[in-house]
């Protein structure tokens, strides 16, 4: 009873460990062995295997256990999982996560108000975020939908050079709302963040160029 539960426990991943079997923890006859440098040099008795990887002092790592015999290469493991760490850690820092940022107006908005809020949308587009436009109706101004039809077509067409109508407008209860996407995709976005923020650090830290001199007189005959 006690081994049906603790396999059902593996089964759920309780566990179930990710790392492979290195060194004196592989238990099996004899192995697939690929050399330090990716070369095969072919099926080997596990002790000469380890061995081998004694005298090149490196480990031996299970990378196939599946394989008949499992396959098993020579490398230098703490220097493999710290490598691998360090690109998986790259590419979370590089991932590009889809945002949906929301921005709602009403019908009648007076001009300031709808600068200062295409001026969020223009920001948001940079980034390669999408945008929910929303506007919000009330009162009679539900009878008037065709005002915040025509607000979502000008802002659409105001920022048409950073994003596009991804969604046309639609009504929703009181609200009529639009999707807009960005032309750029989030990682180009965040690349040319960077860059300029790395363009902005080096302008800061540059040295001011010195000021040219006039230009010295032609000497006399």
Known sequence: MAVRQAAAWCYRGGSISAEPRINDRIRVPEV??????????GIVPLAKAL??????DLDLVEVAANAR???CKLMDYGKFKYESAMKAREARKN?????????????KID????????????RFLKQGDKVKITIMF??????????????????AEDVQDLGFVESNP????RNMIMV??????????????????AARKAERQGVPAEQEQPAEEPAEA
């Open 32 to 41: 697939r062995l690929v050399g330090p440098s990716g070369e095969q040099v």
């Open 51 to 56: 061995e081998l990887a004694q005298e090149y």
């Open 69 to 71: 015999p499992p396959v």
């Open 95 to 107: 991932q590009a996560h889809t945002v949906i940022k929301e921005m709602k107006l009403r019908p």
């Open 111 to 122: 001009p300031h108000d709808y600068d200062t809020k295409k001026g969020h949308v223009v």
């Open 138 to 155: 009330r009162g009679r101004e539900q009878s008037r939908p065709e005002l915040g039809y025509r607000l979502l077509q000008r802002l």
């Open 170 to 173: 639609k009504q929703d209860g």
């Open 180 to 197: 807009l996407g960005p032309h750029k995709k989030k990682t180009e976005a965040m690349a040319e963040a960077r860059e300029a923020q």
